[in-house]
């Protein structure tokens, strides 16, 4: 039996804007779009993809299940993402080589220190 990871979902309050949210956050390609679920990938035919859905309740908690991200260059990908408008949280973390950031309807992210080329 063969599984493939087909997508992520995330529930949204308003699936349209959040999915542009982050179309534009990672550069990647709108597959569908409805009124109740917006679906992006990084390319047409690549996956996994990330489907926002709406749901009628809000966010109040911390996610139980987070993205993570390892750019180039950590503090000018934060500062990017801020600019698109994410924020920063603090969920306890302290200290660390990664920065958690929330998108636009509190969902946490983490974006990861640079990796080092041996």
Request: charge should be negative.
């Amino acid at each position: 039996m063969a599984l493939e990871w087909e997508q992520v979902i995330v529930d949204a309050a308003d699936p349209v804007a959040l999915g542009r949210w982050w179309a534009a956050a990672l550069g990647w390609v709108v597959v569908d779009e409805s009124a109740d679920e917006y679906e992006i990938r990084p390319e047409r035919d690549r996956l996994p993809g990330l489907l926002f859905g709406r749901a009628p309740d809000t966010k109040t908690v911390k996610n139980r299940l987070h993205l993570d991200f390892r750019p180039d260059d950590r503090d000018a990908e934060v500062a990017r993402l801020v600019s698109l408008g994410a924020r920063h949280v603090d969920i306890g973390q302290g200290e660390q080589t990664w920065v958690v950031l929330a998108d636009p309807e509190g969902n946490e992210f983490c974006v990861l220190a640079s990796r080092r080329t041996p």
